[in-house]
């Protein structure tokens, strides 16, 4: 699986953006897909993560409310809606894909397909 990330860019705080996830693959409805997202001098965090059937979703408790994860199978895509930005998003967004354990991880290191980052920054 082949992930690409976009739809960053440049906001105001209290603003949005979409960003999208597309896959190649023709087993991508088989994979969970979480959005990780590094700020600027710190380590990788988990932001939301999405079972294949869209049946099981999780956030970071940081995001929850604003926040929300979706799929398009046919599309072979995944999208993050984030509303209310807040400076504190600012980072390099990145999705990641995981073969579907039965339950949604968050941990970055049990995703074995990465995207490279689309970057979000939320100015004040």
């Known amino acids: 699986v082949q992930l690409q990330a976009s739809g960053g860019g440049l906001v105001q705080a209290g603003g949005y953006l979409r960003l999208s996830c597309e896959a190649s693959?023709?087993?991508?409805?088989?994979?969970?897909v979480g959005w990780f997202r590094q700020p600027p001098g710190q380590e990788r965090e988990f932001v939301a993560s999405?079972?294949?059937?869209?049946?099981?979703?999780y956030y970071a408790d940081s995001v929850k409310g604003r926040f929300t994860i979706s799929r398009d199978n046919a599309k072979f895509t995944v999208y993050l809606q984030m509303n209310s930005l807040k400076p504190e998003d600012t980072a390099v967004y990145y999705c990641?894909?995981?073969?579907?354990?039965?339950?949604?991880?968050?941990?970055?290191?049990?995703?074995?397909?990465w995207g490279h980052g689309t970057l979000v920054t939320v100015s004040s």
């Open positions: 999405i079972s294949p059937s869209s049946i099981n979703k």
């Open positions: 693959g023709r087993t991508f409805s088989s994979y969970a």
């Open positions: 990641a894909a995981d073969r579907w354990p039965g339950y949604i991880d968050s941990r970055p290191s049990k995703y074995d397909y």
